[in-house]
C-alpha cells in the first residue's frame, strides 16, 4: 500500500513516560506507520528517537512542538520533489504499413 500523504498522524500512549507517533498514511498494524517514539524526561522535555531515517530535533519542550515540526518536515519534502516524468512517443503519423 503506497502513503497518500493525508498528513494525519495519531499520539497513542503506551506506558506513562513513553508513546508514539504514527503516520496514519499507512495502517496501524503496519510497522512503516511509527515514526518517532517519544519519552517524557525528569526536567519536562519531550525526548524524542524519529525512525525511517527523519532528521528532526531530539528534544522538545512538548509533544505538540513535536506533531508540528513533523508536519512541516513533511509538507517541505513533498514540494521538493520533482514532478513525475511523463513519456513522449513519437507523434502518430496516421498511415498504415502494409
Known amino acids: 500500500m503506497e502513503p497518500t500523504h493525508r498528513g494525519e498522524l495519531k499520539l497513542r500512549r503506551i506506558s506513562p513516560s513513553?508513546?508514539?507517533i504514527h503516520d496514519l498514511d499507512y495502517p496501524l498494524d503496519d510497522s512503516r506507520s511509527v515514526i518517532a517514539r517519544i519519552f517524557d524526561t525528569d526536567d519536562?522535555?519531550?525526548?524524542v528517537v524519529w525512525l525511517r531515517g527523519i532528521s528532526l530535533p531530539?528534544?522538545?519542550l512538548c509533544v505538540d512542538d513535536v506533531l508540528d515540526d513533523f508536519r512541516r518536515h513533511r509538507e517541505a519534502g513533498l514540494r521538493s520533489r520533482r514532478p513525475e516524468?511523463?513519456?513522449h512517443?513519437?507523434?502518430?503519423?496516421?498511415?498504415?504499413?502494409?
Open 58 to 60: 531530539s528534544q522538545y
Open 18 to 20: 513513553e508513546s508514539l
Open 85 to 87: 516524468e511523463i513519456p
Open 89 to 98: 512517443l513519437p507523434p502518430f503519423s496516421g498511415r498504415t504499413l502494409g
Open 44 to 47: 519536562d522535555l519531550i525526548e
